[in-house]
């Protein structure tokens, strides 16, 4: 079992739906990041979070350290978010597991018009 | 924002020879670069840790001979791809994070090698 499990795999939406994406973890993390992948290949960092909920634009952010899950959330979903979306987590461990990434198998969206 | 870029963005080479990959930041001065490799339609696989003035430290599986890291600047971290052959073709990606950074990663835009 992956220690970092995204939920759905695949994902397909019409244009102005709501999204939400889910991670699920299973090792002890200082922080969370959700990336985002387009066809090109280069990855974004989206946000990094470590608890609460954050907010940028019209994406939403939001762990539960206790439940050890986290939810990337698109509100009036564009073709533009087209992408793949990755979750991602820095594990508490230290010695040269300090700073790594544990990365979930990502999210393919696609959002119709 | 922070800002880190890769060159080159494509490469081809042919089997045999040596391909030398770079990795900047730009605005910022990285004491630590992570150095990826992605499979189509897979996620992320950490090669290395370079840390700036010290040797790499990689990950199990992977060859340091063949995936020679260098981190010779707070700045600059370059990966070299030595006798390349067909299946090292793939999609290689770096981060850095911040001196005084804690667990905030600032991703490259990628190298895709195709080795013939």
């Known amino acids: 079992k992956n220690e970092v499990e995204q939920s759905p795999q695949n994902l397909t939406a019409q244009e102005g739906e709501f999204i939400t994406i889910n991670c699920s973890y299973s090792?002890?993390?200082?922080?969370l990041h959700w990336l985002q992948q387009h066809p090109g290949g280069g990855i974004v960092s989206l946000f990094m979070?470590?608890?609460g909920k954050k907010k940028h634009g019209r994406l939403i952010a939001t762990i539960n350290i206790q439940e050890k899950h986290s939810s990337l959330h698109i509100t009036a979903s564009h073709p533009r978010d087209s992408a793949v979306y990755i979750c991602?987590?820095?594990?508490?461990?230290?010695?040269?597991?300090?700073?790594?990434?544990?990365f979930g198998q990502g999210t393919i969206l696609t959002v119709h018009p | 924002g922070a800002v880190v870029s890769q060159h080159p963005s494509r490469v081809i080479c042919k089997s045999g020879t040596s391909v030398k990959i770079e990795c900047r930041s730009l605005?910022?001065?990285?004491?630590?670069m992570f150095w990826y490799r992605q499979f189509p339609k897979k996620s992320l696989m950490l090669m290395a840790t370079?840390?700036?003035?010290?040797?790499?430290?990689?990950e199990q599986g992977v060859e340091k001979d063949k995936f020679l890291i260098n981190h010779a600047s707070l700045t600059l971290s370059t990966l070299t791809v030595t006798s390349a052959h067909p299946e090292d073709s793939s999609f290689y990606i770096c981060?850095?994070?911040?001196?005084?950074?804690?667990?905030?990663?600032?991703f490259g835009p990628g190298t895709r090698l195709t080795v013939t």
């Open positions: 981060s850095a994070r911040a001196l005084g950074g804690l667990f905030e990663q600032y």
């Open positions: 090792v002890g993390i200082s922080a």
């Open positions: 979070l470590s608890s």
């Open positions: 991602a987590v820095t594990r508490n461990a230290g010695g040269t597991s300090y700073g790594k990434l544990t």
């Open positions: 605005d910022f001065q990285a004491t630590t």
């Open positions: 370079s840390n700036e003035g010290s040797k790499a430290t990689y």
